[in-house]
């Protein structure tokens, strides 16, 4: 393409005399640093400092003036370029990467359907049916997609399902086979699945033992109830009103048979009745 598309005739002629000014601006800061402020010199800071503010912005504005007039040729340039060029050129690069993109993912979807068939083939000789493609993690790359035959990525999915297998193979030699296998399925981690059931079995057994801990007083507690409420008659109670009644038992139990049983069922009523607030004799 030719360097003459693009030209540049006229450089912009800037004419300043800003090295006059260099030193004026150094004694401006010379002085500055250079006074001294206290409650009786402030006023005079203040006015050394806005007459250095407004000759500043003076000199400012013209610095800024002499910007746009340079900038203005360029800008033009600018609109006319993206109109001749740029818009032009991002439609062509937008149809070519749309176009690259279509047939790069058809590619890639090919063979992924081809990794897929060896994946279950895979599975079928290791009997893993519930195995599923997605979960081997496998990423097709325009490298592999352009192979007639990934190599690379076939060997990921067949370590990928020997490991998998390898892993039933060892749950299926050990106790709860079956509850190990549920835990495996969900992250294939065999380490973990392992620890996971053995920590729930733990568990079990500890709550089993507590619980057959609890029930021979549980059986005592209960009996002891069961012997009170035979002793003591039915009462009626009013549906109207909850009035108090006197209930008076005779027992002629022997001496150890006082002693053995009615003794401790005695306290235990006692224990009932104060905790209820019921008087007694």
């Excluded at 997605?134 to 352009?146: C, H, L, Q, T, Y």
């Excluded at 048979?257 to 007694?280: A, S």
Aim: aromatic letters at 6%.
């Amino acid at each position: 393409m030719s360097d003459q598309l693009i030209q540049v005739v006229q450089l912009p002629v800037i004419e300043e005399q800003l090295r006059t000014l260099k030193d004026r601006w150094e004694q401006r800061a010379l002085d500055a640093e250079a006074m001294v402020c206290t409650t009786d010199t402030i006023q005079s800071v203040k006015a050394f400092r806005a007459e250095t503010r407004k000759e500043f912005d003076e000199v400012e504005a013209l610095r800024k003036k002499t910007k746009q007039a340079v900038m203005e040729p360029y800008n033009r340039f600018e609109e006319i370029y993206k109109e001749c060029v740029t818009t032009a050129f991002q439609r062509a690069d937008s149809a070519c990467s749309r176009k690259v993109s279509e047939v790069e993912q058809d590619m890639k979807q090919r063979c992924e359907d081809g990794l897929r068939d060896y994946f279950a083939e895979l599975c079928s000789v290791h009997h893993l049916d519930w195995l599923t493609y997605e979960r081997a993690g496998i990423k097709v790359d325009m490298a592999s997609a352009r192979c007639k035959t990934p190599k690379k990525l076939r060997e990921q999915l067949a370590a990928f399902v020997a490991g998998v297998s390898a892993g039933v193979d060892m749950i299926d030699s050990m106790d709860h086979a079956a509850e190990i296998m549920v835990e495996f399925k969900k992250h294939l981690d065999t380490t973990r699945a392992i620890c996971d059931v053995a920590e729930r079995h733990r568990l079990i057994t500890e709550q089993e033992t507590e619980q057959e801990n609890q029930n021979p007083e549980q059986e005592r507690e209960t009996e002891m109830v069961r012997r009170i409420e035979a002793l003591a008659p039915p009462v009626a109670i009013s549906s109207s009103e909850d009035k108090t009644i006197r209930v008076r038992l005779i027992l002629h139990p022997t001496k150890s048979q006082f002693e053995g049983k009615i003794k401790p069922i005695m306290k235990q009523l006692k224990e009932i009745c104060d905790m209820e607030g019921i008087k007694y004799e």
